[in-house]
């Protein structure tokens, strides 16, 4: 039995402005961007006879997701499991903003960027212990899954499939609409693609 699995991050949100925010459990829908995105992929995966859709549920994952099954008649289903790391007091604050009023806590981020939580937030351990039975739920099911959700639980699972330590954190891309391509043969899963992006 084998599965291929086809890790989509969601096409750009809607924020206020062009800053550098803490955007997690936020619910931010797509942007015009992020739509078109979406709808590129779309076409990238219509060859692909997929069987199942899945989703955090989350409004931007959700929408990227209805974008590309549109038109196909494929049992969809959503995983809260998936959703985005919390980052807690600090939802939609700007990184500037932060650092100016909490500048302990941030310089404690910066040391150990993976494994702080920030106030009433998660760290990626965190998100890492609820995300990877979900995904290896799914890894169990047979043929081509499409699962959209998040850059931060995308990279737990990246990380956790390749032993990877976590002061490697920036050394995986993660663009929006970016697709990670997971095979399961057997027992084994295997990495074959990171960061494909067929619509740039």
């Keep these: ?11 750009r949100p809607e924020l206020p402005d062009g800053e550098m925010r803490f955007v997690g ?14 709808a590129t992929l779309r076409t ?6 997929l069987v199942r859709v899945c989703h ?3 409004l931007r994952a959700s929408e990227t ?15 809260p499991e998936l ?3 919390s980052f807690g007091e600090w939802e939609m604050r700007t990184l500037a903003d932060v650092a100016a009023r909490d500048p302990r806590e941030f310089a404690a981020r910066e040391r150990n960027f993976a494994r702080f939580a920030p106030p009433g937030g998660e760290s990626f351990p965190d998100a890492q212990r609820r995300a990877m039975p979900a995904f290896r739920a799914l890894s169990g099911e047979e043929g081509s899954i499409l699962v959209v959700a998040h850059a931060g639980i995308f990279k737990t699972i990246l990380f956790s499939i390749l032993g990877m330590p976590w002061e490697n954190l920036f050394s995986v891309m ?4 970016g697709v990670h391509v997971i095979e399961r043969t057997g027992e084994y899963l295997t990495v074959r693609r990171v960061n494909w992006t067929p619509h740039l």
Excluded: K
């Design 25 to 38: 459990s936020t619910d931010l829908p797509l942007s015009r961007e992020g739509r078109e995105q979406a």
């Design 44 to 49: 990238a995966f219509m060859p692909i006879p």
């Design 83 to 85: 959703r985005e790391l």
């Design 1 to 11: 039995m084998e599965t291929t699995l086809y890790l989509v991050r969601h096409g």
């Design 56 to 58: 955090s549920g989350m």
């Design 174 to 177: 993660q663009d929006y609409c």
């Design 65 to 79: 997701a209805a974008v590309i099954a549109d038109g196909r008649d494929i049992l969809r289903t959503e995983v």
